[in-house]
């Protein structure tokens, strides 16, 4: 069983940064795609980041140019570094590993941006 265990959220001012951290258990990190996710109040999660194996990475369009998702398989750990972060990011981010047989979520973390 994986478990996915997420940190760094907080409150931060508009423009400010902050950089999440998802740490995963057992040995099949380095073998499967990596991403984030979020879910505002009143709305459906959707899609942040998603990093592959190799390294590849995939942005929603709102975040392009701001967000940057990186992985280190010696540490089971995958990051979202958010940068100029505005009030409409606000929502709590999740990570998700997808298997061939699975996917599995962390319980996630809040990022609130607010002056």
């Known amino acids: 069983q994986v478990q996915l265990v997420e940190s760094g959220g907080g409150l931060v001012q508009p423009g400010g940064s902050l950089r999440l951290s998802c740490a995963a258990s057992g040995s099949i990190f380095r073998l499967n795609p990596m991403g984030w996710y979020r879910q505002a109040p009143g709305k459906e999660r959707e899609l942040v980041a998603t990093?592959?194996?190799?390294?590849?990475?995939n942005y929603a369009d709102s975040v392009k140019g701001r967000f940057t998702i990186s992985r280190d398989n010696a540490k089971n750990t995958v990051y979202l570094q958010m940068n100029s972060l505005k009030p409409e990011d606000t929502a709590v981010y999740y990570c998700?590993?997808?298997?061939?047989?699975?996917?599995?979520w962390g319980q996630g973390t809040q990022v609130t941006v607010s002056s």
């Open positions: 990093i592959t194996t190799g390294g590849s990475t």
């Open positions: 998700k590993m997808t298997t061939v047989l699975n996917a599995y």
